[in-house]
C-alpha cells in the first residue's frame, strides 16, 4: 500500500516542533525578566535577586541554573571569600533580545 | 518624610509587568501552534482538532475558551445539525503573528 501523501500536514508538525522549543526556551513567569535584566550588564547573584524581588531564592536559583544549561548564560565563579558568581548573557542569549522587545510592545496591549 | 526616590527599580518593575503579561498571553504548549494555525484561515473545531494530532480534546477546549477570553480569537456558532463552530484569529490575535515568526528563525537555533 503506498502511503498517503501528507505535505501541508507535515509542514505543520515542523513548523508546530520549531514553536514547541521555543515556548520552551521562552517560557516561564521569570526567563526572559532575568535575560532583560541581564541585557545590559554582567551582575552577580545578589544583585539579580535584589532586581527581582518578587521571586524566591530556590526559583531564582533553579531558573538561572535553567539558562545556564540552555546555553544562553554564562557564569563565573571566582574563588573569593565571600563568594563571587556573575551571570551574563552570550550569544545565544542575545538572540533572544529582539523577542523580549517585541514582547514589549505586544504585550502593552495587552495590559 | 519624604519617600526615597527610586527611578530604576520603578522601570524595572513596569518593564517587568509588561514582559510577565506577555509571557502570560503568548505562553502555554499549544497556544502559539493554534494562533499559527489560524493565521491563514477560519477554521472549524474538527479542523483545527485534525491538525494539531498531539492535543487531547479537553486541551484543545480548553486552549480554544481562553484564546477566545484573552480576546484574541472569535468563535462562532452556526445553529446547524451536527452543530457547526468556526474559529478566527482577530486583530488582537494577529498581533502575535510577528512573534512567532520572530520566534521561528530564534528557535531553529534552539534545535
Redesign the interface.
Known sequence: MIPEIKQP?EE?VT?????????E?????W???II??LREKTLRYGEIKR??PGISEKVLVHELKQLVE?GMVNKQSFGEVPPRVEYSLNE?GR??L???D???E??????
Open positions: 500536514v505543520v513548523t508546530e516542533q520549531v514553536i514547541k522549543k521555543a515556548v526556551v521562552i517560557c516561564g513567569k526567563r526572559l525578566v532583560h535584566l532586581a527581582v540552555l545565544k538572540s533572544i529582539p523577542v523580549i517585541l514582547l514589549l505586544v504585550g502593552q496591549t495587552f495590559m
